[in-house]
């Protein structure tokens, strides 16, 4: 397994620009102050009415063309179907989506598998949301989800590769607790490095 | 965790005969079953390279099996996967979907539309001119060889760079005196520099792909030979500039700015080359003149890319190139195009790259381990390529040597080359002048027993030394993970000192004779621990890795921990140094006029030895001791951004960031707890008594810095290093402009606290200059 994540990471690296947790846009979270110290969200919503969104977990093949379809739109090198249906074969249950009405807005791909033998480690491998839909939390939600169950199954820590240059991620999971646990050189073959973020839940 | 795997392998329907598609043993007139699976894993890229065989529609009866296909599938239900054992993530990530545009390389829409040249294909059609190359062509080819090296030295595969250049499949073919030349050198320089980073051991993946795919890098051709064919064509180049002397003729001096252009490209390619070959024998002198005649040659290079013939490499063109030569050897999923180096761009490559091998053959000079330790350390602040920092590796010959495996030939004359333990053991004694090692003559120094015991600890401490060494051979990010494992072997040669240093303290108690003695081993050992402890943190801002909520803990460990002890450290090694110095004067005057020496004595009054070095830490922990304030009354006014606490936990996140330090007996880890309590205990007083705190902190350390600052030298003087920790002049000096800088903003923050705040680190990668946003 270990050198199926190596390996893994490895791909990413080869498909150009790719971003392992799909590319937000820039705006999509507002700047400045996402949480004060108690905790509070000072995100301004969204305009007009907000309709509600539906949060479920992975169910059958029938959900994965939106999820790849989702997925496909930020990724400049595209991954094949024996990717998806790698994790989401192996860890349905950590594999979560958001529906607005019947149109599927954002999904979610992880695993959670020992490393070393030793730690019990989660790795989100894939993140995306609807353009249409941003600003709204639904990637926040949607990690959150994923984070609570993987702890709920015991992980040890929660760990992901982005850009360095992926400001949007980055803060997304910096609010969440992730910090950044390694510097990758050239990780990505247009030479762009890549962080390592973890969070430590034990 | 197994989760539950909901692809459950269907049984497949009875086979007739299982029979892999791959599998050539089987005759072509057996029948084909009506479904055909492959045993175990298809692999990937197993297509015959080189010569075509018989076509497949000869080899294999085909049958069309889609009806029968569609009609198995209906027996699995939704969800359900015909999976394969070893079909992993590996697998899935290396797969791809024939007649995928975006995944299918093969299609011809995904070909530029045509087939791509080989070396034989271009030579049939005449597309690849072997002989009688004109001068922009050869000035062309010749800088897009070089820019394709340079890629490769920046972490791309030779098969999408270098290798791209057709000329090099089969060098022996061409005709033309230059191109021939140079390509045989081209591949001769691919040699040496993989046997350099193979030696060095300092790269990882995302440095250097060492692949050679097969090819022949001209082995029965030797260097010597390489360089005269050079050697040949350049003199022929030099009769040309001789001839077209005439400064009126616009013909002559076209011709003499192509035979000077290219002159300049084939001298600069032979002494490089050379240069390598000589520094890898050891031979420094000739090394160094190698390098210096091929920077002479830059400069003509750089005003001379213009005169080769501009190519668009994606399309054919007249030079030989071909973007996709290779993609056969490569991996479906590899992108499928590298983009290559500008040619402007490669020149000051190479340019850095000859200067910087310069640079470290200086460290051949160095006599001790301090001072080579310092250059080390020096070498790998300015960014290098990995050649130069290979090439380090192998020049320091003490290092070098150790790491031989012995019954290899290493091309290194071992009879002048002293011994790294003892280098080590110089350094204890310069450090803390360890009776151990200075009164080796006087009991009880000078049993055996007590020789072999510290023998024996110096030929330990030579595995992390020399790691250490290593370490900053490797790049910037690696390092830091390095400095975590290296701080585990430090913690195993610690308990060994400790061991001996109980043991020497205890039989030199009792009795006359020189000093007793103390921790010093331990201490010389501590010295370089903490030093690295520093380092590690330190790093992690360089390397953009902190948060801001983190600053409190970070600048905390380091003002309240780290630099204390160093100071402490070399307090002790300062203070056993001139006591070692004042008993051996006193030997040394002992029957001489009493009052003569005591006025003697008064007049030289000696520096204490690391005095620069303590006010440099003592610098430096008052500028964290400031950050430290600063954050804490930052937080408090609510100025930092701090995570949403349903997951994040900081003692855990304490624990973790410090996790590395946990192997160290000395000194121990500084419990969450302690922190939280200095920090709850800080955050008591006002937020402008911090801020004002904090400015006199800043205008302290300032204060500090300055009194040194005058006695540093330069960066470009990195070889006169005096074996201290001292940093050079432009470093402190930025630090003065930071502390200045800091203790202004904290003394406005101070008063107007609404103020927001950001973090710069363009002056300094590693302490920043708070902003007022």
């Known amino acids: 397994m270990e050198e199926c994540v190596t390996a893994f990471q490895e791909h990413l690296s080869l498909t150009e620009g790719t971003t392992s947790v799909g590319a937000l846009e820039p705006n999509s979270i507002k700047d400045g102050l996402y949480s004060n110290c108690h905790g509070l969200s000072s995100l301004e919503p969204a305009r007009g009415p907000c309709p509600p969104i539906d949060y479920v977990v992975y169910s059958s093949e029938l959900n994965m063309p939106d999820i790849i379809r989702l997925i496909q739109r930020d990724l400049s090198e595209p991954y094949s179907i024996y990717t998806y249906r790698y994790f989401i074969h192996n860890w349905p249950h950590l594999c979560y989506m958001a529906r607005v009405g019947s149109e599927w807005v954002g999904a979610i791909v992880c695993k959670l598998d020992y490393h070393k033998k030793v730690v019990k480690r989660g790795y989100i491998a894939m993140l995306a949301v609807d353009s249409n839909f941003r600003k709204r939390r639904i990637g926040s939600t949607l990690v959150t989800k994923a984070i609570q169950a993987m702890k709920e199954l015991e992980a040890d820590e929660i760990v992901l590769e982005t850009e360095i240059t992926n400001k949007p991620a980055l803060r997304l999971y910096e609010n969440l607790g992730f910090v950044r646990d390694k510097r990758l050189f050239r990780y990505y073959l247009n030479g762009v490095d890549a962080l390592r973020l973890k969070l430590w839940l034990k | 965790m197994e989760g539950p795997c909901p692809s459950s392998t269907a049984q497949p329907p009875p086979l007739t005969a299982p029979t892999s598609p791959l599998d050539l043993s089987h005759s072509a007139s057996e029948p084909a079953p009506t479904l055909s699976l492959s045993n175990g894993r298809c692999a990937a890229g197993s297509g015959r390279l080189g010569g075509p065989g018989p076509p497949l529609t000869d080899l294999y009866q085909w049958r069309e099996i889609t009806q029968p296909f569609l009609e198995a599938t209906k027996e699995l239900v939704l969800g359900e996967l015909l999976h394969d054992d070893m079909f992993g993530l590996f697998e899935a990530m290396s797969a791809i979907e024939m007649m995928d545009p975006k995944m299918d390389a093969g299609m011809l829409c995904n070909r530029q539309n045509r087939k791509p040249h080989s070396f034989h294909t271009a030579k049939e059609s005449g597309y690849l001119q072997l002989r009688a190359i004109e001068s922009a062509h050869q000035i062309a080819i010749i800088d897009h060889t070089l820019a394709c090296l340079v890629t490769w030295l920046e972490g791309h595969s030779l098969a999408q760079t270098v290798f791209t250049n057709l000329y090099l499949h089969s060098p022996y073919e061409i005709d033309d005196p230059i191109i021939k030349a140079s390509s045989i050198l081209t591949l001769k320089l691919i040699d040496v520099i993989r046997d350099i980073l193979s030696r060095g051991s300092v790269y990882e993946e995302e440095d250097f792909q060492p692949l050679v795919y097969n090819f022949k890098l001209c082995e029965d051709i030797s260097p010597l030979k390489a360089g005269s064919m050079l050697r040949e064509v350049e003199d022929d180049l030099q009769r040309v500039l001789r001839n077209t002397k005439s400064k009126t003729d616009a013909q002559q001096s076209k011709e003499h700015a192509m035979a000077s252009a290219l002159f300049a490209r084939i001298r600069f390619c032979r002494m490089f080359y050379l240069a390598l070959i000589s520094l890898v024998k050891q031979d420094i002198p000739e090394g160094q003149r190698q390098l210096s005649s091929a920077l002479e040659q830059v400069k003509t290079m750089a005003s001379s890319t213009h005169l080769g013939t501009q190519v668009d490499i994606s399309k054919e063109n007249p030079i030989g190139f071909e973007r996709l ?233 380091l003002y309240e921990l780290l630099f204390p002890w160093l100071i402490t450290c070399l307090h002790r090694a300062d203070t056993n140094l001139v006591e070692h110095e004042q008993l051996a004067e006193s030997l040394r005057n002992a029957g001489k006029n009493k009052k003569k020496v005591k006025n003697a004595n008064k007049k030289k009054a000696t520096p204490r030895p690391y005095s620069k070095e303590i006010t440099l830490f003592q610098g430096k922990a008052s500028l964290c001791a400031g950050y430290f304030k600063l954050m804490v009354a930052l937080k408090k006014e609510s100025k930092i951004l701090v995570p949403d606490p349903t997951f994040d936990n900081e003692a855990v996140r304490y624990e973790h960031r410090f996790l590395p330090f946990a192997s160290l007996f000395t000194p121990p880890i500084m419990p969450y707890g302690q922190f939280l309590e200095v920090h709850d205990h800080t955050a008591k007083s006002p937020s402008s008594e911090l801020l004002l705190a904090a400015s006199k902190d800043f205008l302290r350390s300032r204060q500090i810095f300055e009194t040194i600052l005058t006695s540093l030298v330069p960066a470009s003087t990195l070889n006169s290093s005096v074996g201290q920790n001292l940093g050079n002049a432009e470093d402190v000096a930025s630090l003065v402009s930071i502390c200045k800088n800091n203790c202004v903003v904290a003394g406005i923050l101070s008063r107007d606290s609404s103020r927001n705040v950001s973090f710069d680190f363009t002056t300094n990668s590693t302490f920043p200059s708070v902003k007022i946003t």
């Open chain 2, 325 to 557: 030569a290779n993609q056969r050897l490569l991996p479906p999923t590899f992108p499928r195009y590298t983009e290559i180096k500008s040619n402007e761009a490669a020149v000051q490559f190479f340019q850095r790259t000859a200067e910087h091998l310069l640079e470290a053959t200086n460290v051949t000079q160095l006599n001790t381990f301090p001072t080579v330790l310092e250059f080390f350390i020096n070498f790998s602040a300015h960014p290098t390529c990995v050649v130069s920092r290979s090439m380090l590796q192998l020049l320091y010959q003490p290092l070098y040597m150790m790491s031989q495996v012995p019954g290899v030939t290493c091309p290194v004359d071992k009879k002048n080359v002293p011994l790294f333990q003892d280098l080590l053991k110089d350094a204890c004694r310069a450090f803390i002048a360890p009776p151990a090692l200075t009164s080796t003559s006087y009991p009880p120094f000078n049993t055996i027993e007590i020789k072999n015991s510290v023998d024996s600890f110096f030929n330990q401490c030579c595995r992390p030394m020399g790691l250490l060494l290593q370490t900053f051979g490797h790049n910037q990010a690696r390092r830091r993970d390095k400095i975590a494992t290296l701080l585990e072997e430090f913690a195993a040669i610690q308990e060994v000192s400790d061991k001996l240093d109980d043991m020497l303290n205890s039989m030199s108690q009792s009795g006359d004779g020189p000093r007793p003695h103390m921790l010093f081993f331990s201490t010389w050992l501590l010295y370089h621990v903490l030093r690295l402890m520093v380092r590690y943190l330190l790093s992690g801002f360089e390397l953009e890795l902190y948060s801001t909520h983190e600053y409190p803990y970070l600048y905390w460990y």
